[in-house]
């Protein structure tokens, strides 16, 4: 047990959360099943989760890819954000995760929009792209560290002009920046971060995130006309 008080900024996103959205029973149900399950308490927040809603019906999403399904908190958010003829493509390499998610999102009542494709990232991307898939409005990569950069590129060939793609993780407590972290995702995330200041087919910002999950960050780029 962690008895020491909770961060300041733990307390804030709870109150900006209460004020922000609502906690209904097929989310509260999916984190629950989640951590019943055994799986990592890794999901991205309640603020986090609205939050790629909110930009999933900005950009009007019809379309949306996701890498890494764990439980399928943040596919039911994503899922909830598209109309009813709405395709959400998203990716779990762990059968036991894609096994939890299913019914996770068959609670919520998004399967019918839902595509789960188990498998590792770089395979399924590769699939898509052989079957010349038409291309996806709004990205989400929130798979292994390590592989970022390598997704990131391979996701450009599965989006169009105007395509936006979030990425979690990107700060890891400061991490990214600590010269000692040789940890190969923490290195992964850096190569990430070169590509993104070097890559001319996307405009790009990364922003941090502070609340229940600590302290890291989004990049969040679009893709440029061609
Ligand atoms: N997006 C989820 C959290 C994903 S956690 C949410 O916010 O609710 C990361 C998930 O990616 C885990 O379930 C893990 O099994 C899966 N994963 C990790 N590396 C992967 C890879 N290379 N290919 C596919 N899935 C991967
Ligand atoms: C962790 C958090 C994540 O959002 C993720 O995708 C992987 C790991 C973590 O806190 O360990
Ligand atoms: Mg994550």
Redo the contacts with the bound molecule.
Sequence with gaps: MNDAAPEQWEVVDRYLADHALTYDDPLTDAVAASSAAGLPR?A?SPTQGKLLHVIARACGARRILEL?TLAGYSTIWLGRALPADGLLLTIERDPRHAEVARANIERAGVTALVELRVGKAADVLAELASEEVDPFDMIFI?VDLEGTADYFSRSLDLARPGTVIIV??VVRSGAIIEDTNTDPGIEGMRQFQELIARERRVSATSIQTVGV?GH?GFSIAIVEGS
């Design positions: 890794i991205v890494g929130d979690d993780n999950k890291d």
